[in-house]
């Protein structure tokens, strides 16, 4: 599979990304050992982060930069984040029928992923899949999060550049946007400047720029871009990308590109700790034997969910 990769072979990465998503601890051991044997073999790409609340049209923006990337001969990846029920943890994962252009480029692989219920609404292993997707061979790799809230900022940690979509004219209430996402955006773009929202969008544009002057810039070395954009007719979606290579060749020159990406590898690991924490201790035998009856108690009103999770540890200390 590793050779597959390397080659750049779909099938072989469609398979790898297939078994690192895989929640089997048979598969872990394996997804492990191959993802060590392609890190070397990757890190080489422009990471750009997309995010913005349901209905901005990230969708439709990704698959016109994705085109015109591929035009310039770029190999683009588009990792889209599904969201998941939180019921039956089913998801709808239709990113392809929302990117018809750019999932039939062979110069372009689209891949779908479950959220699973995770931080940030990003899926699990979207770290692992970059790796393998920069391994294959493409040099960018678009991620594309769930929507906005005060979690979806784990997208930020695993990107180069993080890109926030905004609307003109559909109210704070609708927007939903956080003043921590807006200090993680290295560029905002006000999406759907067109037809009689042209107005619109430029007065919002000019709204954020002035907002974003009261705010703490997520890096020493840039300043926030605010962009109007229309991913319909095909304007302004030149001008990201050129924002993105001078962000990219701001912090090259300072150092900051690789700063950025060691520390992002140490979150990486310790967040791989916390889940592996997690899962170790609702496996132990003594606390799989007393959470059915402590979440009943809970549910009941009988025991607070902090008494719970004191019992709980204690069990798991017995």
Request: charged share 25%.
């Amino acid at each position: 599979m590793v050779g597959g990769v390397l080659k750049g072979d779909r099938r072989s990465l469609s398979r790898a990304i297939t078994l690192v998503e895989s929640r089997l601890d048979a598969h872990r051991i394996s997804a492990s050992a191959l993802v060590d044997a392609l890190v070397p073999h990757s890190g080489q790409s422009v990471r750009l982060g997309v995010t913005g609340v349901p209905g901005v049209g990230k969708s439709t923006f990704i698959e016109k930069l994705g085109l015109e990337l591929t035009g310039r001969g770029h190999k683009v990846a588009v990792l889209a984040v599904d969201p998941s029920s939180g019921r039956s943890g089913g998801s709808i994962l239709g990113d392809k029928t929302r990117m018809p252009g750019l999932s039939a480029d062979p110069k372009a692989y689209v891949r779908p992923s479950p959220a699973g219920g995770t931080l940030g609404g990003v899926a699990a292993r979207t770290r692992e899949t970059m790796i393998l997707c920069e391994a294959a061979g493409f040099d960018v790799v678009i991620v594309e999060t769930v929507g906005v809230g005060q979690s979806e900022t784990a997208v930020a940690s695993m990107v180069d550049f993080f890109l926030l979509l905004m609307l003109a004219g559909a109210g704070d209430e609708l927007q939903g946007i956080k003043r921590g996402i807006m200090e993680l955006a290295d560029a905002i773009a006000i999406n759907k400047a067109d037809g009689d929202n042209v107005d619109h969008a430029v007065k919002a544009g000019r709204d954020v720029e002035n907002a974003l002057h009261y705010l703490t810039a997520s890096s020493p070395v840039w300043r926030p871009v605010v962009l109007t954009i229309s991913s319909l007719e095909n304007r302004g979606i030149k001008d990201v990308w050129s924002t993105v290579l001078e962000h990219r060749s701001h912090h090259e020159k300072a150092g900051e590109l690789a700063l950025k990406r060691r520390n992002q590898a140490v979150d990486w690991m310790h967040d791989l700790v916390e889940e592996k924490l997690k899962q170790e201790f609702y496996e132990r035998p003594t606390v799989m034997k007393r959470l059915p009856e402590l979440t009943r108690a809970v549910e009941q009103g009988l025991l607070s969910p902090g008494s719970a999770v004191r019992r709980l540890f204690s069990a798991q200390e017995s």
